[in-house]
Structures are given as C-alpha cells and as structure tokens.
C-alpha cells in the first residue's frame, strides 16, 4: 500500500499505533539511570548531533497525521535514499522532510535546489537522518503548526523580507548571512548541528557548532539582569528537577529567535538523558509580542563521537559584497521615469 493510501484510510488502528508511538520515550526515560558527574548531578557532557528528520512543523500533506506508521517511516527512508546519494542537490534544515514526502506522495519528481546548477551544494554536505514516527517536532499545539503571529510580528516579517529584497546594506540582511547568530535556541538540523556540553557546578556550557554560539547557564540562583540588559543568547539561569535540567531565558534582544522575537521572548528548557545515546532536549517559546500563544517542541538529540570542528563563517565570507553589488547590478537594469 503506498503512503498516501495510508493518508486516506485514516484508520483507528493507525491512531492506536500513534498514541502507542508517543508513549513509548516516557516510559524509556523513566527506565533509564544516567551516569552522574562528580557532584551528582546526570552528566550530559560530550558531543551531540541533532540529526533528525522530523520537521519542526507538521507538513499540511498530513495535516491529521501526528504519527506515521512503522512502514510508512520505511517508505520515507528508502526514498530519502534514492534522492540524496551525494550526487544530488543537497537540501537544508527543514526543507528535507518535505521533499522526501513529496516524492512519496507523487506530488514532484526527484529534488533540485534554487535553480540546480553550477554552484549549488551537492548533498555530500548534508549529514544522514534519523528517522522517527512523529511529522513534527512541536508537541503543542497538537496540530503540530506554529501558532498565528502577532500584527506586531507580521509587519517585522514583511519589513525583514523587504530589506533583505533590496540589500540596501548589510543590515538588511538577516543575522545568519552576517555570521552573526542562527538564532537562540537553535533549531537547525542535519547540517553543521551539533553541540558540546560541559558541566561544573557552577554552570553549564552548551556551544552550537553553527557561529560557535557558547551559552553559559548559570546554576547559582541569582536574579537575571533588568530588562534593558540584553544579548543574542539571553541570559540563562538553570536548575534540577530530578535528573531534568531546567534552564530559563531571559534578556533577549529583538530578533534574536526565527528572525521576528521580540524582547519578551521567554525560553523554558528542559534537557533530560533518555539514554545513553539520546538526549530528550524540549522547549516551550513564550513571547506574546510575537505569537498568538505560547508553543512547545522536542528534540531527540544523539550522542556523537565526532568533535566540534571550526566553523569559521567570517573567513572568506565574501559572499555578502557579492549580494550587495548584485543589488546594485539590478537596480541599475531598471528602467526610471525621465
């Protein structure tokens, strides 16, 4: 049966399986005893990849569909496969999932990228994807959707994507061409997204390989700073709850998560050892100036014995004076009142 007659059956057995499918991590969790660091605290530390497939969003494809089956996770690897050999057009961060599905379901053939040519990353860049039975990492809402935007936050969008067309500076464009930030937390996966934690009493260490972005989570109860007082990362104030990490974000500037937050961003971390190769890594985002509600997400991430190598973005990074005099290049094609 191929997947979009599972779409259609719409089955209650597939339902069974899904709240089966969801149910499983916690019982895992509760099951496993992490090792402990010399203070007794779970010891977190090491490397870990985010490398999941699952989008941050569920496709509208599949609007109903908060699991696939265990066949239907086959499908989608198996075609993962066939499109990214290392030969294709490499595809980034959300846009995999997507793809694959797509190629499932008979809605397109095969995968390009912005225009498939010359000088378009090939798919070796891409690392290799775990697959899972969730279609989306957030877990509230239920329909797996971020929820609407503010009027405050549309207008920032449309002003953004505004500056970003007509590339008047490089302010104009966003703070991940100018190897700024991709944001905090950072939620990119399967390219360059993997992270370090260090532990000491004191604090925790957590450094994103994309920009080397370091966090240091204070573990000593203090206050965070007045609110005028603000980084790209926050200010972070961790405790335990049991063997769950607790961390709460404050402090952010404007802008600082997908491009659109405002300085009431609140970021509520909660990083627990599953076992002892996942780390259960969940969010909860409240920041009313930007969303219609406050929204929770889980990501599975994988122990790697790989390091952390230099990400030097600003080395070389002439691709923002190329930008810009492309913008001009277009500019001076159009015609102008005489």
């Not at 775990?130 to 797996?144: A, H, K, M, Q, V």
């Not at 961390?247 to 971390?269: C, G, M, W």
């Amino acid at each position: 049966m191929r997947l979009r007659d599972f779409l259609i059956v719409g089955c209650r057995l597939c339902l069974i399986i899904s709240a089966i499918a969801l149910t499983v991590p916690a019982f895992a969790q509760g099951q496993y005893k992490a090792p402990r660091t010399p203070d007794g605290h779970p010891d977190f530390q090491g490397f870990w990849e985010n490398d999941i497939a699952t989008p941050l969003e569920r496709p509208k494809e599949i609007a109903d569909r908060p699991t696939l089956t265990d066949a239907e996770v086959e499908k989608m690897r198996q075609k993962a496969k066939e499109l990214f050999t290392g030969k294709s057009d490499a595809v980034f961060f959300d846009g995999f999932y997507p793809a694959v599905l797509d190629n499932v379901l008979g809605l397109r053939q095969g995968f390009k990228s912005v225009d498939g040519e010359t000088g378009d990353y090939g798919s070796e860049w891409n690392d290799e994807r775990t697959w899972e039975n969730r279609t989306s990492l957030i877990t509230d809402p239920t329909d797996g959707r971020i929820p609407a935007l503010t009027p405050r936050a549309i207008e920032a969008r449309a002003a953004a994507r505004k500056a970003m067309e007509r590339s008047w500076s490089v302010e104009d464009r966003p703070l991940g061409d100018r190897c700024i930030t991709y944001g905090s937390p950072q939620l990119t996966a399967g390219y360059q997204s993997y992270y370090q934690i260090v532990e000491t009493p004191s604090a925790v260490m957590i450094m994103t390989e994309m920009f080397h972005d370091v966090r240091i989570i204070r573990m000593n109860n203090r206050p965070h700073p007045p609110e005028n007082v603000q980084g790209w990362l926050g200010d972070s104030i961790g405790h335990w709850e049991g063997d769950t990490l607790v961390v709460d974000t404050t402090n952010y500037r404007p802008r600082a998560f997908q491009n659109i937050s405002s300085e009431k961003l609140h970021i509520i971390e909660r990083i627990t050892l599953q076992d002892a190769s996942t780390l259960r890594y969940e969010i909860t985002v409240n920041d009313p100036d930007t969303y219609a509600r406050p929204w929770s997400l889980m990501i599975p991430l994988h122990r790697s014995s790989k390091p952390v190598y230099e990400y030097a973005c600003h080395e070389g990074n002439y691709s923002l004076a190329g930008i810009l005099a492309g913008a001009r290049a277009e500019e001076s094609q159009k015609p102008t009142l005489k």
